[in-house]
């Protein structure tokens, strides 16, 4: 007898899950329409930046960093949501576990970023990162 021992890619997995609970109005998920799907953007959109290196760093925890309690495989995304909620949640699906993050979150977060630098700009030109754009330093204050 043959036996087919894969995983459900991520992206799949989650948009399931999500598309369930949505599907079933499920209390704060009902709200959420679906990921975004960053693999889709730009190489240079900072919604596919950040899910890359927020995925990169998950990547990295193991039981020496949860002090010996093991994990299941814990992946970052982006959703769409129906209104403007700015929130995050935590859910599982297939043996993956999701930190979730609404787009109107990450776009408050770079509103924000943006402000910052530009109510200090010599500071953040001089001190920051003297060769980038204003963009390019709220970009990085976003992932900080």
């Known amino acids: 007898m043959l ?16 598309q369930e609970k949505h599907a079933r109005k499920e209390g704060m998920y009902k709200c959420i329409t679906g990921r975004v799907a960053v693999e889709n953007l730009a190489p240079n959109h900072v919604y596919r930046w950040l899910v890359d290196w927020m995925n990169q760093q998950l990547s990295d925890i193991g039981v020496n960093s949860t002090g010996g309690r093991l994990l299941p495989p814990i992946h970052f995304d982006l959703v769409q949501v129906l209104s403007d909620i700015k929130n995050a949640h935590v859910l599982e699906a297939d043996g993956s576990a999701f930190i979730v993050v609404t787009q109107p979150m990450v776009d408050e977060m770079l509103r924000l970023s943006h402000s910052l630098v530009q109510r200090n700009q010599v500071f953040m030109r001089l001190q920051i990162a003297p060769a980038a754009n204003s963009h ?3 970009q990085l204050i976003l992932f900080m």
């Open 3 to 18: 036996s087919f021992d894969f995983m459900v890619p991520p992206e799949i997995a989650l948009e399931r899950v999500l």
């Open 136 to 138: 390019e330093i709220a």
